[in-house]
């Protein structure tokens, strides 16, 4: 299929003239000097007190270990673990780097694409033909432009995405220093029951010894002081486990590397002083934004694919063909390929992107929905948890507290026995534990709360990561 | 004393009273309450024919009118708050104000009137145990007359045929109401002054409660596990001694209301159980006792000439019912060492105290030495405070005390003995060079110690 000489030759000569004003502007798309950080900074910062810190350069890393080890010095709090997080995760640090990729794609849309030479030599019976050629996407000159705009589009989205790496890890970090305070303290209270259970058995071993008691009153006693001793064993290893997820969380090489505090945080005195959940809050969550920008850039492609530019793979390039016997003259002309048919496989094209369009609409109509759902859900479980543990600290702790005043007065007047009045010893220590685990739960479910309002983030399909 | 002023907030607020028909009400004696739980003094009779009265030992005797020959009584049955011994007062029921409530005295002969109105939140009645009455007026509900509804006024009426010592109590939802202390003595003098005349009578009731330590109100459904066990609703050292000038021919009428029976015991002097609850008995067929049992529904009149002087015991046997409330569960920790388990525990528990190692005094003294709290209005298992230290008892226990001089109608405390130079248990002094040591006994396989016989003399002299 070609087209008269003259044409082509018109042709050719516009296209070359279009060919050199782009490559005059080929040099404007170039790196920014932050790489997109400071925007992904500026916006973690609108969801927590933190800033993650993108160590790419030897003076950077240098100031962010000097940092982290301040920061590791006193015991720690949950801002600082976030921070240090923040600062040394060393997935976090990698994850930036997707940041630079994007960042690299997209200079490269805003740049000329690179030309093809090729050649054909062929032999048959005297007769040859050479085709020699030097191809260029001709097209992605006209569509440069447009290009930049989706890759920037998608820079955007990456940018976002990292905000909610960003921002997951700070909540994967404060629930993992959460567990470990939690799990440091069922710890000690263990060992406190543990330590009694075995003073108690040792008494009953000393009545058996004596005579008062017989065996089986002595091995009642021992039974608890082994299931304890159990129990602290399990409490343990759950300890070091805990320890383990916030030491690599922190970036850091051992658990030894820091020192929790020696109690979990306080509750809120009161009800008035939790977080409270609105519209806006909700309209801030980052992956809604994320999709939005994402069926906006689906949207783009599609308006395009309509005006069949973008889907197709159409070049244009100087070329000449040497066609008949060796010596016959060069043909000068333009080589157009085209894939086929044109129509036909542009309307499987235009069908194909609607089909994406709406399945991409349908996806965020659900992502809005489960959001909405989560956020309530976890709102729910912010203030359940707060009621529970609100209940404890003040009903249950104080009850058990006078439960076992009340023992030691009976003892005191021998009305109740030294091995009953430590059974209400442990369950006063036990009604703590549960108040410490009850406490565990509101902090989680803050953090998640937290969370919930910011969003998960997704993968380039749009899919909860 | 008889508290009027008791009985005109009664009166005033008294929603029973206004609900009985105010004809009826110009008819029945102004009732007369008790706000103590002291021995009283005596009642002594200025109408109808004489009589020597009893004391009731921390408690009363009810006041009547006399309604021209008929001796008037009214009785409330009533919520009450009794103080068992300084530091508890129970929840209870009674009559009058107090629990148990007032003794009634009356003459043989006697034509009697009592008025009874329920300010109970349940219906009750009034049984005259023992009694020879007709048939309607015995006080048992449904059997012998209707049940006396809360709000109403009864009336039992009859005349005291035979002389001696009677109970009353509620014969209606009985269990529980005798489990709340309501009950009362009831005497009947003989018409002859002279008569089985003593100087000195005394009454009370035995009654047991059951009440968690730390709670007020009884646990009416026990039956056994009693863990307060008292004389007139009085543990000791609440309880009034019973007193008498040296010589004097005393009686004491002791009713057993309670589900067990009761070894009742003095020190230093012999008795006679000179009566029972069906009347005198015959001089030929007493004998010598130290200890009488008074099964669960008789009354013991004892006799004894309190001719020793001293403060001597006056106490139920059972060892369990002179200790106020204890705990069963508590384990005998004799002889054994709590070294380095106390600081562990005192590590949950920072005021713990070993004790049981060698007894169960430690808690007395552990109690009194450290001022170790125990729980509210409980009594401790055993308390009271002799000249010479803890007494050590509670619960069915009190004193004789016996002086040269009493006045004739006095029957206030006495304070402790003056114990004559030279009559009191004492203490050996070790130093004197009686070597008090014990001799292991040898084990087998070992030598017999020996050391003992060849002590040296100087190694027993001073340094």
Redo the contacts between chains.
Sequence with gaps: MFYPLQRHVAYYHKALLYLLCLLGLAGCATFSEDGGFNEVQKTTQRYIKQTPVWANSNEVKQKSAEQVKALLSPPLNIENVVQIALLNNAQLQADFYSLQLAEADLVQAGRLPNPSFSMLYAKHRGDYTIEQSITMNVMALFTMGKATAIEKKRFEATQNNMVLYVLSMARQTRNAYINALAAKQAVDYLQ?VN??A???Y??AK??HE?G??NKLEVGREQGFYMESALALSHAENACIQAEEALTALLGLKHPADFKLPARMMDLPDAEDNLKTVNRADFSKRLDLEQTRLQVEALAKRLGLSKTTRLIDVLEIGPASVLEGRRGDPVKKGLELRFELPLFDWGTAKVKRAEAMYMQRLHQANNQAILAASEVRAQYSQYMTSFNIAQRYRDEVVPLRKSM?Q?S???????????????VA??E??AAVNDYIEALRVFWLAESDLEMALVGSPLDSEGSVL | MMNRRKFLQFAAAGVALSAVDKTLLAGIPEPVMMGNADTQPLLMPNTGRPYQPVATLNGWSLPWRMNKNVKEFHLVAEPVKREIAPGMVANLWGYNGQSPGPTIEVVEGDQVRIFVTNKLPEKTSVHWHGQRLPNGMDGVSGLTQAAIEPGKTYVYEFEARRAGTFMYHPHADEMLQMAMGMMGSWITHPKNMNMHKVDRDYVFLLNAYDIE??SYLPKTNTMLNFNLWTFNSRAFPGTSPIVAKQGEKVRVRVGNLTMTNHPIHIHGHEFEVTGTDGGWVPKTARWPEVTTDIAVGQMRAIEFVADELGDWAFHCHKSHHTMN???H??????????Q??AK??S???P??????KTG?SE?SD??EMMD?????N?L??MAGKGQFGPVEMGGMFTTLKVRKDMAKNDYTDPGHYAFPKGTVAYALDNSEGLPIEHQAAPTAGEKPITEFNVRKPHKMSHD
Excluded: H
Excluded at chain 1, 408 to 422: E, G, I, R, W
Excluded at chain 2, 351 to 356: A, H, I, L, N, Q
Excluded at chain 2, 372 to 376: R, T, V
């Design positions: 406190q330590e009694s075995e003073a108690t040792q008494l000393r009545m004596g008062n008691w076992l009340e030691l007065l009976q003892y005191n007047s021998m009305l109740m026995s030294p091995f009953a009045l430590m010893a442990r006063q220590v | 330590p730390g409330a204890m705990g569960d508590f384990p005998n920790m004799l002889g054994v060492s709590q380095g388990i562990a525990f590590k949950l528990v005021d713990y105290m070993p004790m049981g169960m808690m552990m109690a170790m709290p125990l729980p509210e409980t401790p298992m």
